[in-house]
């Protein structure tokens, strides 16, 4: 635990160049709709900071602070800005930043937690009272929780694809370890779809598929997705409805998925053809 050492002063007995005279704050908080927390997870907040509905940044560096809570923030990365922002073509009104995370820094990330009371300013300069003096050093980078447990398994799809990108431990043990029967239900509309998993990486093999394009192939999601666009799939959540036993034949995870289907009328009323 650190109480009084300001962030920057840290940074620079560390070895990161950080630019002092020409150096901005970016809290980034979540809009209700997007949260930073979700794209750091998923290894692109960087990605997630470089679109920006004004010119935020003009300026040398910026720093990259995560809100998570209690006016603490979870250090996100020091970013050079190169060049002026230019407008972002899926949205003209908006701007894109190029920025490059400074060296020497990838093994901080995510490990310090900060302190600072935000007014209502998302975008500060660092200088006067904003001296963001680090309140802890994690051990390990700050990642999404630990697994669980299978009948506690709730996942939205965001939350699977932070899983996934950072290829989390405990989940990937866990869910490598069992075939099953999965749900996933599109909470725009209630309707459900019941499916088997049974390949050699078990149900962390199958749910890769759908963190990576929200369907894994299967032609209702697809169709569904086609018509409601891609964005839709920020609907889907994924859970475990049960654990095959070890020993359990392919016909017999079938006969299971059957039933499931059949129990919460899935092909009738849901997204099983």
Partial sequence: MVATLPLVTF?????????????????????????????????????YQEYQTRRNFECAQVIGLIDIGNSDWLFAGVYRINGTAKPNPANPEHFHYDTELLPG?????????????RT??????????????????????QVMGDFPGFNRVRLSHRELRSIMGQRTPSWK??????????????TSSGELYVGKASGEQGIWGRWAAYADNGHGGN???KALLKSKG???????????LEIA?????????????????????????GLNG
């Fill in 11 to 47: 940074l620079k007995a560390s070895g990161v160049g950080v630019d002092e005279t020409d150096l901005k704050v970016h809290l980034a908080c979540s809009n209700g709709s997007e949260d930073p927390i979700d794209s750091f997870y998923e290894g692109k907040f960087k990605e």
């Fill in 105 to 117: 820094q990838d093994h901080l990330i995510g490990r310090l937690k900060v302190r600072h009371e």
């Fill in 120 to 141: 209502r300013a998302s975008y500060v300069w660092h200088k006067g009272d904003v001296t963001l003096p680090i309140i802890e050093i994690l051990r390990e980078r």
């Fill in 173 to 186: 043990a866990a869910l490598c370890s069992i075939s099953g029967i999965y749900l996933i239900t599109d």
């Fill in 219 to 221: 032609v209702e999601l």
């Fill in 230 to 240: 891609p964005a839709h799939m920020s609907n889907f959540q994924y859970s475990v």
């Fill in 245 to 269: 036993d070890t020993h359990a034949s392919e016909q017999d995870i079938l006969d299971r998925e059957s039933h499931w289907m059949k129990v919460l009328g899935s092909r009738a009323h």
